[in-house]
C-alpha cells in the first residue's frame, strides 16, 4: 500500500474551509483518530466517532499519552443514526470514511442534521486516482457525484477542490 499523505489532505480541508476554531464531530474516525487528533492538537473540541468498539478503544487508549490544545472524546455510533441532537456541532467532518459506510448519502444526511445552522460540512474522500493508489474497490467518481448532489439537494453551499488523490467538499449549512 502507498504510503498516506493525510496531513497534506488534513492541511487542504481545513485551509479550502478557512477552518479556525469550533467544536467537531469527527464521522469514521478510525482507531488511530489521525483527524480527530489533528484537529484536537490544534485546540477544537472534537469528538469522533466510530462504528467499531475496537477502533473507539484504540482511539481512547492513544488519547491518554496526548497533550491536546483542545478535547477529545470517542464514541462508538454509527454515522446513518447518530446519537446527537439536531444542530450540536459546529463542524462535522468525514475524512477518508464515507466509503467505508454502507449507505454514505444516509450518513451524508445524518452529518446535515447535526451541525448547526450556518455550520459547515468537510468531506474528504478519494477520487479514482486515490482509489486506484490505496487499492480501495469502491466506485470514487460515484461516490462523489452522488456526494456532491446530496448535498447540493440539502441546499448547501458546496465548494469542491481536488488534490492528486482527494476531492474535497465544503459544505455550508445554511440556516
Same mark, same amino acid.
Given at each position: 500500500?502507498?504510503?498516506?499523505? !493525510?496531513t497534506t489532505? /488534513?492541511?487542504?480541508?481545513?485551509n ?8 467537531v464531530?469527527d464521522?469514521?474516525?478510525? =482507531?488511530?483518530?489521525?483527524m480527530?487528533f489533528?484537529?484536537?492538537?490544534k485546540?477544537?473540541?472534537?469528538? =469522533?466517532?466510530?462504528?467499531?468498539s475496537h477502533a473507539?478503544?484504540?482511539a ?13 472524546v470517542?464514541?462508538?455510533a ?7 441532537? !439536531? ?14 459506510i454502507n449507505?454514505p448519502v444516509?450518513?451524508?444526511r445524518?452529518?446535515?442534521?447535526v ?8 468531506i474528504?474522500d478519494?477520487?479514482?486516482?486515490g ?10 467518481? %460515484? ?6 448532489r446530496?448535498a /447540493? /439537494?440539502?441546499g448547501?453551499?458546496v465548494k469542491?477542490?481536488?488534490? /492528486?488523490?482527494? %476531492? ?8
Open positions: 500500500m502507498a504510503s498516506v499523505e !493525510d489532505g /488534513r492541511d487542504a480541508l481545513l479550502a474551509a478557512d477552518l479556525k476554531s469550533g467544536k464531530l464521522i469514521g474516525m478510525g =482507531g488511530c483518530a489521525c480527530a489533528y484537529l484536537a492538537h485546540g477544537f473540541d472534537v469528538t =469522533g466517532i466510530d462504528r467499531s473507539v478503544h484504540r481512547r487508549e492513544s488519547a491518554k499519552g496526548k497533550r491536546l490544545k483542545g478535547a477529545f470517542a464514541r462508538r454509527d454515522a446513518t443514526k447518530l446519537p446527537f441532537d !439536531d444542530g450540536a456541532f459546529d463542524v462535522v467532518i468525514s475524512f477518508h470514511s464515507l466509503h467505508h449507505r444516509l450518513a451524508l445524518e452529518m446535515f442534521r451541525c448547526r445552522p450556518g455550520g459547515k460540512v468537510l474528504s478519494l477520487n479514482p486516482t482509489s486506484k493508489l490505496y487499492k480501495h474497490k469502491h466506485d470514487a467518481a %460515484r461516490l462523489l457525484a452522488a456526494v456532491e446530496e /447540493r /439537494r440539502l448547501a453551499g469542491t477542490t481536488d488534490t /492528486r488523490l482527494d %476531492r474535497l467538499f465544503v459544505c455550508a449549512k445554511e440556516g
